[in-house]
């Protein structure tokens, strides 16, 4: 099965800024966090490999509002991970707005970016130059306060 992605509607089988209760009988499985002081509680599917991929859920208010995925992201028939920003761009039809944000965390690496895609929902962050994250939200995570 595919993890496929439609821009602030769904990823695989979750459709973004949906109650989470509508997904009770996927998420038995899955690893479940409580609510934390900031009013998110996560879900983290239990093994690294899995149909879907590496991935896990963040639950606000009881609704699905960002699935972060680790290995496969499929957008138009294209797997999303391992590209570059500028491959990711064209596929997607989108650019990068505000700053890259610079992650310098590893020691004797170099650093992590990260580019905010508003247009489709999606913040990407980038190692060696290739996609190794993708932070997808709905509508409701660009909405003003």
Known sequence: M???FIPF???GPFKLDDDVKNYSEILSIYKHEQVNQYGSEYYTYPKRESDYGSHFLQVK???IRTVFCYDSVIFQGTNLMGLNINEFGKITNSNYIGE???ADIFEDEPP???YEF???GVSVRTHYEKIVDIAIS???SYEED
């Open 2 to 4: 595919q993890f496929i």
């Open 138 to 140: 709905g509508h409701s």
């Open 61 to 63: 208010e009881g609704k």
């Open 100 to 102: 890259i944000y610079e």
């Open 118 to 120: 508003d247009y489709i």
């Open 9 to 11: 509607e769904s990823i």
């Open 112 to 114: 992590m970016y990260e």
